[in-house]
């Protein structure tokens, strides 16, 4: 199985980049990197996916290492809102399972 | 949150008794799925949908049931509560791109 591991917790100062990496070694050559969050205890929140490729949308980036082995979300400038628990997920398309890694608590500091 | 919902928000049971946890969407999805979080962890998968009629396990089925006769509903049942079913519970449905959009979840407590 496909599983993500990340640190548990980070601090950011607020207007700077936060990054946030994972690492899915187990990773197989169709399977998708997702990230969401999730604000207080709130459902989780899609941020953004990729395949092999760098991806950027209003919220967010996403860096994939030329392996696939591990990725990087990218908060380009963090504000407070931002502080939340941050999931990498695998979609692994076999199961139609998705598998939660343990998050990283972010802490975004004024 | 939009077009899934989740019923009851808050629910507190004694060992024992069961329960049906609801989950509606209307976003018309063939994927749904059902995840617990236990404090201080991330989500695990009980159950999951790929359509009407069409049920499978998660990693974590043991102690719940689901049925999935329409496309809009994904009850999930709780037949004899225990306290390690004390746990907040989310429903999902997967969608474009197979990004998945989380109901506002179910707290239960089971005493």
Redesign the interface.
Known sequence: DAKTTQPTSMDCAEGRAANLPCNHSTISGNEYVYWYRQIHSQGPQYIIHGLKNNETNEMASLIITEDRKSSTLILPHATLRDTAVYYCIVLKQRTNQFYFGTGTSLTVIP | ?AG?TQTPKFRILKIGQSMTLQCTQDMNHN?M?W?RQDPGM????IY?S?GAGIT?K??VPNGYNVSRSTTEDFPLRLELAAPSQTS?Y?C?IRGE?????????T?LTVL
């Open positions: 949150n899934v994927y799925y995840y991330g989500l695990k998968l999951y790929v499978d998660g990693e907040v989310f999902a791109a197979d990004t998945q959009y989380f109901g506002p979840g707290r």
